[in-house]
């Protein structure tokens, strides 16, 4: 109010000094009131309202000061509370403040001039009301010692201007509370606000109203009431768990404090039943919800007796009861069979399934060659705890009945498994020789298979042949590696046409063992072998391989399919397939010549008769490295004469058999040459894309060469046995 009066008496002094100032400065002209009209009163609120007015003429003279007037008597003036809005005429809008709630005001436009104060017509509104209203109490709200409540203070108009010096919820345990009981103060102003009671009894019933204070008073809404909670905590104990012998699991849920906030909780237990916090107990923190807590220094073999328990102001709430026996502490296991049994070791171990509520801090196998073994005889340590163990046994003797029990040891003492027995191995080697194969005029290949070690390790294995029956160690023999499994060893030294007698061996720390004994004879010096057109080839043994002494004249591979015969010069030129022909075409020189083959017919691997194949360029370096080098095996090799050799055939002795012609070639275009002087044969051994290996004897010299050549050319094929 005295802030009102203020601006009543500003507004006052301003319009009477624009009046002193109008009248001061009044010539002898009369000027005329200035036309205005009131606008209609809109936005009313408890404590505002909008108006303004409009000022159609200015009476012959300048409006000066304009606004609104009002006041809750009729009629009101510039004397009463006024807006002052901009000078000048045309519309104009003002806003009304510090009015009261449910208050009917008068109100007036008005406009100052030279002629004076003029006034629009008068408007009458009153400001809305307000009421409050009090929150309901939340049941999920409401503790043991507190609970939330509050208000509304609505307004049918603006609720944030309301004029509310003071608002909050008052309550007492009986009926109609006022501020002059409990109460909170939350704030000012209109709207909704929230009130926390605190300081309440539990298990109570309590009676609660909002208020809101103006400078007209006190008002209350409407009364709620509530009960506290009764401060008792419900609360449940789990199933004991992870027992031992001296120990156990357990825990609980605290579903509801009581509306009291739980401070402690854990579990307490006894020999006896009902608990309480005042035998052993343990605490695990405060709060509701579910918890697990560690029952410890218990002894073995004992029942005992557990309630969870929670502590809030209001008391000690305790759960249901439940009882659990601690574990006697023998441990429950068996001993697994013995594997892996050798000469001299063996594998057991054991599962322990319980550790009868004490850890495992020892566990293992014990043997003996009695009964009942223990950890007084032979044992071994298979680190702690419980489950599947494997453990090796060692130190043992040949051929010799073993007991053995898995043991286990806790703070209670050691267990054992059940007994199991068994005999180590005598020692001696079981073995089998393989049939000889690959058998040529000096040497031959055999090998074993150890099924057995008699359990001690082969440290040494082959095989052993004589040309008398029975052969050992003592006289001829190879080595192939050591261990059990088959092995293949090959025979050489011997002599060609002898029958030898072959035997498998190994030999472990027990001694040597034999397996069967199986014959073969060496091959003969010279034979014949037929291809798949029933031409006949002699061969020769030369070092320790058997090649042929005619040049290959197949016309069909050795599956019986036909090889492509060539005979035009362009066809022969675009081959990149396989085919052959015969010197000139000429049919009679394939019996002396063979044929000429390019090397895509080598290539198939089909070529030379089953059993033989065409020789690798490896195979060519060990002949010619057999006969003394590239510079005087040519001779060793060629025919000797002049027959099919061009003078002077240099160094031709023939001394292997191999009997080397001078086939000549056929060209990459297809045109054949030098028959009589040159010989060339092929090798299987490519040695660039479109390029393979061969070998070439001259009439004009004693050696052979290596070369290479195009695999369009048709060269002569000599075969070696495989």
């Known amino acids: 109010m005295i802030k009102q009066i203020h601006l009543k008496i500003s507004y006052c002094c301003v319009i009477v000094l624009i009046i002193f100032t109008f009248n001061s400065c009044i010539q002898e002209d009369a000027f005329s009131k200035a036309t205005i009209e009131t606008n209609q009163v809109t936005s009313v609120t408890e404590a505002t309202a909008i108006s303004g007015g409009m000022i ?18 009729p009629n009101p003036t510039i004397e009463n509370d006024t807006t002052i809005d901009a000078a000048g005429t045309g519309p104009f809008t003002s806003q009304i403040k510090r009015l ?31 009421s409050i209203m009090t929150t309901p109490i939340a049941l999920s709200l409401v503790t043991a010692t507190t609970a939330m409540s509050g208000g509304n203070i609505i307004s049918d108009g603006d609720s944030s201007t309301l004029t509310v ?3 909050g919820v008052c309550w007492n345990t009986f009926p109609s509370p006022t501020i002059t009981n409990c109460k909170t103060t939350d704030g000012f102003g209109g709207g909704r606000f929230a009130s926390k009671m605190d300081s309440l009894v539990a298990f109570t019933t309590y009676y609660v109203r909002a208020y809101a204070t103006n400078s007209n008073g006190t008002i209350y809404g409407n009364e709620v009431s509530f009960t506290t909670q009764s401060g008792i905590i419900s609360l449940t104990t789990s199933t004991i768990s992870s027992i031992t012998a001296f120990t156990a699991t357990s825990g609980g849920t605290i579903s509801s404090d009581g509306g009291a906030p739980v401070i402690e909780r854990g579990l307490c237990w006894n020999t006896s039943p009902s608990p309480t916090t005042a035998n052993k107990k343990t605490a695990s923190g405060s709060s509701v ?22 502590t809030n102001s209001v008391g000690t709430s305790y759960g249901n009861e439940v009882s659990f026996t601690t574990l006697s502490g023998v441990i429950l296991m068996t001993t697994n069979a013995v594997s892996s049994i050798t000469a001299y ?8 399934t319980s550790d009868g509520g004490a850890t495992v801090t020892a566990r293992g196998v014990c043997w ?22 494997t453990a090796n046994i060692s130190g043992l003797i040949l051929g010799t009945k073993y007991y053995v029990r898995a043991y286990a040891t806790n703070s209670v003492g050691t267990s054992y498994g059940n007994e199991v027995s068994f005999s180590t191995l005598s020692g001696v080697i079981l073995m089998t020789t393989n049939a000889v194969s690959s058998i040529t005029a000096y040497t031959a290949t055999s090998g074993g298979n150890i099924t057995s070690d008699g359990g001690a390790a082969v440290t040494a294995r082959g095989v052993c042949w004589n040309t008398s029956p029975s052969p050992t160690t003592a006289n001829n023999k190879t080595a192939i ?30 001694g040597t063992s034999y397996g069967n004994e199986v014959s073969f004879t060496t091959l003969p010096n010279s034979g014949t072998v037929t291809d798949m057109d029933g031409n006949v080839y002699h061969y020769i043994t030369i070092g320790t391989q058997t090649w042929m002494v005619e040049n290959l004249k197949a016309t069909k591979y050795n599956d019986g399919t036909s090889i492509p015969y060539i005979t035009n010069t362009t066809e022969w030129s675009n081959l990149s397939t396989p085919g052959y022909s015969f010197y000139n075409n000429d049919a009679a020189n394939e019996s002396t010549y063979g044929a000429l083959y390019n090397w895509y017919t080598v290539n198939t691997g089909k070529l030379a008769p089953t059993g033989w194949h065409v020789p690798t360029d490896a195979e060519w370096t060990t002949l010619i490295s057999y006969l003394g080098g590239e510079s005087v095996a040519g001779g060793k090799l060629k025919e000797v004469g002049t027959l099919h050799w061009a003078s002077p055939n240099t160094g031709a002795t023939n001394e292997t058999g191999f009997a080397g012609l001078a086939g000549g070639y056929r060209g990459s275009y297809g045109t054949f040459s030098i028959i009589g002087s040159y010989g060339y044969w092929w090798s299987s051994t490519q040695y660039t894309t479109n390029i393979a290996w061969a070998r070439t004897l001259y009439y004009n010299y004693s050696n052979i060469l290596r070369n290479s050549a195009e695999e369009q050319y048709g060269f002569s094929v000599r075969c070696v046995r495989d």
């Open 481 to 510: 590696g050591n261990g059990t499994g088959n092995f293949t060893a090959n025979i050489t030294g011997l002599t060609l046409g002898i029958t030898y007698y072959v035997r498998a061996y190994a030999t472990n720390n027990v």
């Open 368 to 389: 003996s060659t009695s009964p009942s073994p223990t950890t007084a005889n032979s044992k071994n340590s298979i680190g702690s705890g419980t489950g599947t163990f």
């Open 345 to 352: 070791t063996a594998t057991s171990g054991g599962n322990i």
């Open 289 to 310: 919800g579910s918890f697990t807590a560690n029952i410890t220094g218990l002894t073995l073999g004992t029942t005992y007796y557990v309630r969870t328990y929670a």
């Open 56 to 73: 159609s003429a200015d009476g012959g003279s300048n409006v000066t000061a304009r606004g609104v007037c009002w006041s809750t008597s």
């Open 165 to 167: 010096k003071a608002r």
């Open 100 to 130: 009261s709630p449910s208050t009917t005001y008068y109100l007036r436009a008005y406009a100052v001039n030279r002629g004076g104060v003029g006034y629009g017509l008068q408007m009458s509104f009153t400001t809305k009301t307000f």
